[in-house]
């Protein structure tokens, strides 16, 4: 059993495990850091952005000059941006039998592999991931394809140049192998390979293993995954929470009873409490609208800002924000908002009952009803009509690079009174405010991540007991920048095997046993023999008949009559030779008692000694030597064959036959 | 015994008799017992007994084998104990041979209804009544009631056994009194023979191997050392402490805790000053225990006015030891000067913590609690190491935010143990404001104002986390005025003030109500001690604190209006509160007084009303602006609002509002009578704000409360008007006929009525003709005067049986 690491993100996995015949694809995420090394690309020409200077080398060389520019001491790339893609070389991908996806944030990197790597297999996912997924990828070309770029930047990335420029694009991986965001026909096409699963659904892969999506309590049709057969689980955790939030709770016991349990996707701010950041969010928030200021939260269209709008729906009456305006910005803001409150069956109970009543699960729509949440496909048409200040406005992309926030920061970047409030902690948001320096606007840094946390992991582990954990390298040890706090890492018994990018782990665990069928007929042809109490043996002559991975035991076909002789047996008659079967052994020789049967037949001067297998009995006399271990004896003597039988025959005495 | 009552016992002696009316209500019969406890110990009981024979005859009528109760039983047994508590009554129930019928074997005890719990505990209780005399005592020890006392002190049910650990000890204390009269200390084998049985069986009890007899006798000790002062005490302590002593040697020690309450018990005792042996069993005793069951011990040595040195060094040591190692955890350097230094201890055991979180919290939770009690004693140790515990709370408190730098595997294990513990944070920072009684080093004081940021600032903290934070910063910004106290914020603390309301800002927009609340109360309590003080103002006008915090007038949650309320009355008395103008309703209220009024007005909860009349009553006794500007129309205006709030306290406060402005006019000071044209025109302005009516209606509000208030307010303007009945109302006597009217159907509960216009000299006049005197008595009995009689409880108990009947007959 092995696990090809591919990706090095832990909360965006890609790995594939190959278990037993087949080689399943565990998530496909998609590393989009790399794009805060790109300049924004502005939905309005910004005379900031295209006036930055160029970046020229040390020796006043300015050959790069068109390709990276300068803004205050940061160099950036000006071109289209691009992505960090799961590693392709360390397995050849067409090989890949199945793609399982656990939540939609897992799933950006599909298009790259099933479109570009020859694979034919299936992906599996379960409903609301594939069609939130399918907005967020739809949101991420739109966000690209929209101001398109004519530029596209290569000779930096040349081996020798990159060596030249300044962290952190001195130090960013694989820059050769960054690629540039797929199209909406390649979206497609790549969803179309899914198959939509539904949790606790068998799924039978080739009659080999078995695989069932769980949920996993993180986003709406979130899953962990089981892969198991008939003696082998394995558990694929990836992605989970045990918070009361919006999706379905954590399905904890599925879980337990694993050999190999893969852990992933656990919380990026192990330090930071989704309820603290909360309140954090919604304070800071009425402090700059009462302060007259606005407010900008760059985020994805979906997950937590449905608990966020939640929150802020208990909290503007109270804090007497009721006049203020909540603008979505997103090109699937509509689908968004209303996707979330079809999906009932994978909600939480207490958003499932609502449906009953009948009522929206989500009170967003409330917040759509009064007006009071309003939303728009971008910042141009409707928007520029309704749109009034001060307010609060929600839109893509976190990592402030593209999108309708690039907008925004340009906007309300200047004063002191705006503030930006991070919620999302896929990127750091020092980072992501790079290109806007100086800044005078406000900016909060309220992460809020629901995934597991390391205590959690720990309850979690202590109740599931897997006898083997595997994780990333970062979980096995506590973040470089707290190295003091031991809580923040896996603990556990035997300690997690850990992974790193383009790393291949034989898992430590070996099969041993595999399920065969004995067809009825040759079943009733058993004579089993208790040996012990409670277990039987019973000798059996069978064909073993393998199809599909299922492994069959069938009557072996009747020895050939004698045909007279004449005619000429056909090639399709031949039938193996079955030898005379010699009876099967067990038990074992009980040396005191041997030797007493070897004096009552006439030996003497009998000797025995002690190995570290077993005895030796030697018959002096007779000059032969009797070797007796746990699985074998061997009669040594001199070309004495009536000894040896006679021999024999005593030591056959000692055992069963059957 | 009044006769209505004495004609009321046989029915009721024969209700109580009838297992076929049962009494409904336990309560009633404690109050009976109540009630036979106190005629007894007015008078004589054998009197009592013949003159009501039904009393008698009721607990023979228990004795007979039948159906009763065992509630019934159990107060035929107290109330036989009850009145045999004196001799001659206990003799003459003896001669009905009634108390061994009770009380020894052939009564409940050997019976079925025995089982019953209440029956035990009657018995008992019965029994501890009874043992008052020597006759009780040879009772007692005939009848063989002390052994079944030695079993009951295992009993299931805890109120048994712990009662009958009490009587054992009342009856030691009994025995032992009467014979150590006048003898002083007595020899053991002098002790009477009731008390050498009692001894005899403690010693068999601690020497038991059982763990549970153990604690029983060390339970019967505690009790006596701390309830009997007799000198037999010192003897019974010389007797037992070989045993005592002996339990320390035994591993595991049974019973530590409850060890360590004896020798606390006897510590406090009069055994020490002749027995100095005590104080080497505590030290041993301290030694021997864990930490978390020494910590008990050591703090109650350490409270302790007399005890030798050596032994509170000790104690402190014992005490401080889970300090020093957190601090040793974080220690730099080894050898950074600890919290032991000094003191003496064994070398420090670093790894002492208790390595499960639960216990390593509880252990460190205890500790901080008990430093915080022993903080401000007089007896604490002397020198107090306030910089290392300073030190220490400030590190527990970076190791429950994660932000302690661990310098060892302890600490590693300490930082994972409490990082996000709720429990430690509060304790420590409880402690940590006990703490800022004293001083500290510049550098130290520095970083808890630094730590006490972080936990203001952290998203992290819990409710009751911040509001323990709260606290702490003000008693640290107290503490740091310069030079004491001044009201001068010294200039680090001015530092700290800004970054303070920064934080404050941020809080008072808490989705948590609670935040807010306590948020809300620290701004009302910085404000009021440094609200005239430059630095601050100019602080605190430059931030957006008071602009929040007028608007959480309209917060939704009551508490935090309530709170609102409070701080924006104190902004506005240090005049720090600009006219508040909320961008939801700009055409709202103008000025804080409106505002407050508002509140006042139309509020739909108590506690917002209330802190609005608080705030109202504080302005007029300060002459804020507002109310000077023109105080009638204040006073008018408020006393309109409370005088027809639904709230009684609203109201009571409204009279509190009215007598201190009644004293502004008169003038409090003086005790005589007000001088003729100043009372004159006192009146006027009182009739003119309708204070009259106001106190007059409040005369006959039907909350008690507000009654008094208001009887106190006129007998006071009585006061001040009496001896001055001038000429002219001499002369003419005014109409007091519409007043009067008035007053009638009020009193009769027609409060609907308006008085109208009212003259002064009408009011006068009124005042005097009333009897405010006897009004404030009969106001001053409590409601349920009448109703607490014995005569209505008897009553009770028997109405409850009879509409019983009533019912049964009304279903045929």
Known sequence: MKLYCLSGHPTLPCNVLKFKSTTIMLDCGLDMTSTLNFLPLPLVQSPRLSNLPGWSLKDGNVFLDKELKECSGHVFVDSVPEFCLPETELIDLSTVDVILISNYHCMMALPYITEHTGFTGTVYATEPTVQIGRLLMEELVNFIERVPKAQSASLWKNKDIQRLLPSPLKDAVEVSTWRRCYTMQEVNSALSKIQLVGYSQKIELFGAVQVTPLSSGYALGSSNWIIQSHYEKVSYVSGSSLLTTHPQPMDQASLKNSDVLILTGLTQIPTANPDGMVGEFCSNLALTVRNGGNVLVPCYPSGVIYDLLECLYQYIDSAGLSSIPFYFISPVANSSLEFSQIFAEWLCHNKQTKVYLPEPPFPHAELIQTNKLKHYPSIHGDFSNDFRQPCVVFTGHPSLRFGDVVHFMELWGKSSLNTVIFTEPDFSYLEALAPYQPLAMKCIYCPIDTRLNFIQVSKLLKEVQPLHVVCPEQYTQPPPAQSHRVDLMVDCQPPAMSYRRAEVLALPFKRRYEKIEIMPELADSLVPMEIKPGISLATVSAVLHTKDNKHVLQPPPRPAQPTGGKKRKRASDDIPDCKVLKPLLSGSIPVDQFVQTLEKHGFSDIKVEDTAKGHIVLLQEAETLIQIEEDSTHIICDDDEVLRVRLRDLVLKFLQKF | MDPECARLLPALCAVLADPRQPVADDTCLEKLLDWFKAVTEAGSSLLLLQENPCLVELLFHVLKPQDLSSRILSFALRLAGTFAAQENCFQYLQQGELLPGLFGEHGPLGAAAWAAPTVRSGWIQGLRSLAQHPSALLFLADSGA???????????????????????????????????????????????????????????????????????????????????????????????????????????????????????????????????????????????????????????????????????????????????????????????????????????????????????????????????????????????????????????????????????????????????????????????????????????????????????????????????????????????????????????????????????????????????????????????????????????????????????????????????????????????????????????????????????????????????????????????????????????????????????????????????????????????????????????????????????????????????????????????????????????????????????????????????????????????????????????????????????????????????????????
């Not at chain 2, 509880?362 to 609690?369: D, E, I």
């Open chain 2, 146 to 812: 002390v052994d079944t006392i030695f079993s009951l002190q295992g009993d299931p049910s805890l109120f048994v056994a712990s009662a009958a650990g009490q009587l054992l000890v009342h009856v030691l204390d009994l025995a032992m009194r009467g014979p150590a009269k006048g003898h002083g200390r007595l020899q053991a084998q002098d002790w009477p023979a009731c008390a050498q049985r009692i001894v005899c069986h403690l010693e068999d009890c601690l020497c038991s191997e059982a763990a549970p007899r153990v604690t029983q006798a060390l339970h019967v000790l505690t009790t006596a050392f701390g309830h009997c002062h007799g000198l037999w005490t010192q003897g019974l302590w010389v007797q037992l402490s070989p045993l005592v002593a002996r339990l320390l040697e035994k591993d595991p020690m049974p019973a530590p805790h409850a060890l360590v309450e004896l020798l606390l018990s006897v510590a406090r005792s009069s055994v020490p000053s002749s027995n100095p042996g005590l104080w080497e069993t505590a030290a041993q005793t301290l030694s021997r225990l864990s930490p978390m069951q020494a910590g008990p011990l050591a703090a109650g040595i350490l409270k302790l006015q007399d005890c030798p040195q050596a032994l509170r060094t000790q104690a402190f040591g014992v005490l401080l030891r889970p300090l020093a190692c957190v601090l040793e955890a974080t220690a730099q350097a080894p050898g950074t000067p600890g919290l032991l230094e000094g003191a003496a201890g064994d070398p420090m055991a670093v790894d002492m913590l208790p390595p499960s979180k639960s216990a390593c919290v509880g252990l460190l939770c205890s500790t901080l609690a008990h430093l915080e009690l022993l903080q401000p004693l007089p007896q604490r140790p002397s020198p107090w190491p306030q910089a290392p515990l300073l030190a220490a709370a400030v590190t527990i408190l970076r190791f429950c935010n994660g932000s302690a730098a661990p310098s060892s595997e302890v600490g590693g294990r300490l930082c994972a143990m409490l990082v996000g513990c709720v429990r430690v944070q509060r304790a420590a920072l409880d402690f940590l404001g006990v703490l800022s009684q004293g001083l500290g080093p510049r550098e130290l004081v520095t970083q808890v104002f630094a730590v006490l940021l972080e936990y203001l600032m952290s998203p992290d903290s819990s409710p009751t986390v911040l509001k323990k934070a709260f606290q702490a910063t003000l008693r640290w910004l107290l503490s740091s005025a310069v030079p004491p106290g001044c009201c001068d914020l010294e200039p680090r603390a001015q530092l700290v003030l800004r970054e303070l309301l920064a934080v404050l800002q941020k809080r008072l927009c808490s989705p948590c109500w609670e935040v807010r609340d306590s948020g809300l109360e620290f701004l009302t309590q910085m404000t009021r001690r440094w609200g005239g003080q430059a630095g601050f103002r100019q602080t605190l006008l430059a931030s957006e604190v008071p602009k929040l915090a007028s608007q959480l007038l309209q917060d939704p949650e009551s508490y935090v209006r309530a709170s609102a309320v409070a701080a924006a009355g104190q902004l506005s008395s240090q005049g720090l509160l600009a006219a508040p103008s909320s961008p939801e309703h700009p055409a709202g209220p103008q000025t804080p007084l409106e505002e407050l009024l508002l509140v006042l007005t139309t509020d739909s909860e108590g506690f917002p009303r209330r802190a609005a009349m608080r705030v109202f009553t504080e302005w007029l006794r300060d002459g804020h602006m507002a109310v000077a500007e023109d105080r009638e129309r204040f006073m008018a205006r408020v006393l309109q609002a409370a005088s027809g709030d639904l709230d009684w306290e609203v109201r009571v406060q409204g009279l509190e509002l009215a007598l201190i402005f009644l004293q502004q006019l008169l003038g409090a000071r003086s005790p005589g009578a007000a001088p003729p044209g100043a009372l004159a025109q006192a009146l006027r302005a009182l009739c003119r704000v309708q204070l009259f009516e106001f106190a007059f209606r409040s005369l006959f509000d039907c909350d008690r409360p507000v009654a008094q208030k208001s009887c106190d307010l006129l007998l006071f303007l009585r006061a001040k008007a009496a001896p001055s009945s001038s000429p002219q109302e001499a002369g003419d006597s005014p109409d007091v006929a519409p007043v009067e009217a008035a007053l009638q159907r009020w009193r009769a509960g027609e409060q609907g009525q308006p008085l109208g216009e009212l003259a002064p000299e009408a009011v006068l006049a009124v005042l005097r003709s009333m009897d405010l005197e006897a009004l404030r008595d009969t106001l001053a009995e409590s409601s349920d005067h009448v109703e607490r009689s014995p005569q209505s409880l008897l009553q009770d108990v028997l109405a409850a049986v009879g509409v019983l009947g009533d019912n049964e007959a009304d279903c045929y």
